[in-house]
């Protein structure tokens, strides 16, 4: 699927990054599972910064717990830090 372009709305599974961790881990929320840099979850496209399939796109990372990650600027890739389109089932 990475012919596909990000678009607003979409759920694509986004691999956290040693940064997010810590922002993560410095939420004010009660009820969190903990989170490892590499661990995949799934994200919301509430922006995307651009038609290609190699655009930038601003994610809602939704974490297991009563949290969300907001996180911008993220291109597709397999690293941590980067989103990629769920494998079809």
Request: no cysteine; proline share 8%.
């Amino acid at each position: 699927m990475s012919h596909l372009s990000p678009t607003i709305g979409r759920i694509v599974h986004y691999r956290l990054a040693e940064h997010d961790v810590s922002q993560i881990r410095a939420l004010p929320t009660v009820h969190l599972n903990p989170v490892q840099a590499g661990q995949v979850y799934p994200a919301v496209i509430v922006r995307a910064w651009g038609n290609r399939p190699d655009s930038a796109v601003n994610l809602q990372v939704l974490l297991d717990g009563q949290a969300q990650l907001w996180v911008t600027s993220r291109t597709a890739g397999d690293d941590n830090g980067t989103w990629l389109w769920p494998p079809r089932a």
